[in-house]
């Protein structure tokens, strides 16, 4: 029934920072869309996007208790993970964890971790 998945959304307390660490560290880039007269905000990636609640955003459809922080995921590198590091290390972001040795849902990972402006964890992966 189930076969990929289309956006994630990422609830903000900050979304100056929320977008600057997506944008600056991960290379993805800001999306303004909308209708009604409500601008929506969001960070695409290849085909994928993740929609960006700021503090106060009212959304007709919500999860039920939305907290900055709260997600843990994982992305999949378009590099090697060594050139991963070098450049979060040169964007001053703290790694947590790794490169790391995990098992990913389709093959082998080597992994790194860090957070990002809300606390999220966030773990950047190349398949070995």
């Known amino acids: 029934m189930i076969k990929d998945f289309d956006h994630v959304v990422l609830t903000t307390a900050d979304l100056d920072k929320c977008l600057d660490f997506y944008t600056r560290v991960l290379g993805m880039r800001v999306e303004r869309y909308g209708s009604r007269g409500a601008e929506r905000i969001a960070l695409r990636f290849g ?6 609640h ?9 999860a039920d208790k939305p907290t900055p922080g709260s997600l843990d995921f994982c992305f999949l590198a378009d590099k090697p993970i060594a ?14 964890a790794g490169p790391d040795k995990r098992q990913g849902a389709r093959f082998d990972l080597r992994s790194v971790y860090m957070r990002d402006p809300d606390g999220n964890l966030v773990e950047i992966a190349e398949p070995f």
């Open 54 to 62: 700021p503090p106060g955003f009212k959304a007709s459809l919500i």
């Open 47 to 52: 085909d994928r996007k993740f929609n960006v």
């Open 83 to 96: 050139e991963v590091v070098a450049h979060l290390k040169a964007c001053n972001v703290t790694i947590i």
